[in-house]
């Protein structure tokens, strides 16, 4: 009878050559991290192992064994240096074979500065992961070859092997609840000091920000609505009045996609809001002296603001989400805008739309908790609310239901109901019928917050909204 094969099964030696090819690895970036472990005494090692990186990370059986007695080192609270690193493995019997005290002394003086280290450890880690996943895969196809075993059993076997791999892969983001709590404290002590204040990222819209105290870090706000209704301009308002915030509060940094219109139409419309200058008839007519003044002085207001705008079309979430974070690492950005969802480039075409808007939509909400900043995503709705003659509601989006799911506000734009608009145009201190178009922003969804319809104008002329007068306010529902 063939002995039972063993309960407990390990994993392939991932270093070792397959089919006669040098696995994955980067020895500089294995290099970089070991110098950096050297220069700082310890602390890129406490990083690594925070991250989880062990010895089996490093390709080199030299950088394994230096990895170790780092280790060692540091659980008896000796400090890390070229002297204690080289005693330590002398003791262990592997100086030599790591290449004595000349190579330990040689990774000491390979970079000048930590500053890199947790690059290098993630092209470690990958490569480190790659070489898992061909061992892995090679094994798998010789045990089916082989066929020893039967079919459930080696299912298993392959299922658990690779489920091991993803989860030494993820970092552990559990933390206890004692953190979570203080962090709850330290909001509810805000809002304590200053019980009016939006705690996020002030809209310039009072009603709004009373409903969801301003736009709040790791959120995704979606602004939906059809064609022409106002999406461009009511975004373009919220990064103005975080541009320009009131109560001496620093600028915020803000990274604008705009997948439709140009930097320089955008750049325009925010100038003539600004200065409250009419958009149509700037482009018609020669400017008087006033309005010129006015543009220059908003001109002077808008230099050195930090608003980062990139104004190229055809773009995928991939490349969005990769620009966001080179922008981040440069300097921490307070809000991202995206002009507008739609316009996003599947990463698969063959896939249905649907589907190719929902992966768009997954990630936008993903991009908002990695930068721990609001992301605004405009959004189009389709025609179903104009052609039933109804206000739009959610499952108007256009494309895909999932921005609904993935969405923490959602906001919807439509013309104002009829009740509204006689009563703006009865009102002769509101020009309702002067230009300014009434609008209903309707907050449909609010993860942490009440629902209502806000009653807004919207000039065109100015691209602005604007708040009418208070009598018109809607009521607490």
């Known amino acids: 009878m063939a002995e039972r094969p063993s309960q407990k099964r390990r994993l392939p030696d991932p270093n070792v050559p397959v089919e006669g090819r040098v696995p994955p690895h980067n020895l500089d970036a294995e290099r970089g991290l070991m110098a950096s472990i050297l220069i700082d005494g310890g602390d890129t090692l406490q990083v690594c192992l925070q991250e989880r990186i062990s010895a089996e990370h490093f390709f080199s059986p030299a950088h394994q064994d230096i990895f170790r007695a780092a280790v060692t080192l540091s659980q008896r609270n000796v400090g890390i240096d070229e002297i204690t690193l080289a005693e330590e493995l002398r003791a262990g019997g592997r ?11 040689e990774l000491s003086s390979l970079v000048a500065t930590t500053a890199n280290a947790r690059h290098w450890m993630v092209i470690v880690r990958e490569k480190y992961f790659l070489r898992q996943l061909i ?3 090679t094994a798998t196809v010789e045990k089916a070859h082989a066929h020893a075993e039967g079919i459930d059993r080696l299912l298993e076997d392959v299922e658990q092997a690779f489920f091991r791999i993803s989860e030494s892969r993820i970092a552990d983001s559990v933390q206890p609840v004692d953190k979570s709590v203080g962090d709850a404290m330290e909001l509810v002590g805000r809002i304590m000091s200053d019980r009016n204040a939006a705690q996020g990222l002030r809209t310039g819209f009072d009603k709004l ?30 990064i103005e009045a975080a541009l320009f915030p009131k109560g001496g509060n620093p600028p915020a940094r803000i990274l604008l996609f705009s997948l439709e219109m140009p930097s320089r139409e955008l750049a325009l419309r925010l100038l003539c809001s600004r200065a409250r200058v009419n958009l149509t008839k700037l482009r018609s007519a020669y400017p008087d002296p006033q ?42 950005l307070d809000m991202i805008v995206i002009d507008y969802i739609q316009l996003i480039n599947g990463l698969d075409p063959s896939l249905p739309r649907e589907q190719q808007i929902a992966e768009v939509s997954r990630s936008i909400k993903a991009m908002a908790k990695e930068f721990d900043v609001p992301v605004v995503a405009l959004a189009q709705l389709n025609r179903k609310s104009e052609d039933e003659g109804r206000q739009p509601r959610m499952s108007d989006l256009r494309e895909s239901g999932s921005i609904e799911q993935d969405a923490d506000i959602v906001l919807l734009i439509s013309r104002a109901s009829a009740a509204d608009r006689k009563s703006l145009e009865a ?11 009434p609008r209903e922003l309707i907050v449909a969804k609010n993860r942490n917050g009440p629902t209502d319809d806000i009653l807004l104008l919207f000039n065109p002329s100015l691209t602005r909204f604007e708040t009418p007068a208070p009598g018109h306010a809607h009521p607490p529902q």
Request: proline share 6%; charged share 20%; glycine share 12%.
């Open 95 to 105: 100086l030599e074979s790591v290449g004595g005290p000349a190579y330990i002394n």
């Open 291 to 332: 309005a010129q003044r006015d543009l220059a002085e908003a001109a002077m207001e808008y230099k050195g603001r930090p608003l980062l705008i990139d104004d190229n079309g055809g773009q995928n979430i991939l490349e969005i989400r990769a620009k966001c974070r080179r922008a981040h690492a440069r300097q921490p």
């Open 135 to 137: 061992a892995t895969s």
């Open 427 to 437: 009102d002769q201190e509101v020009p309702g019928s002067n230009g300014m178009l």
């Open 209 to 238: 920000d009373e409903l969801t105290f301003g736009f709040q870090p790791g959120q995704m706000v979606v602004v939906a609505a059809r064609p022409g209704m106002g999406k461009t301009s009511i975004a373009l308002n919220f």
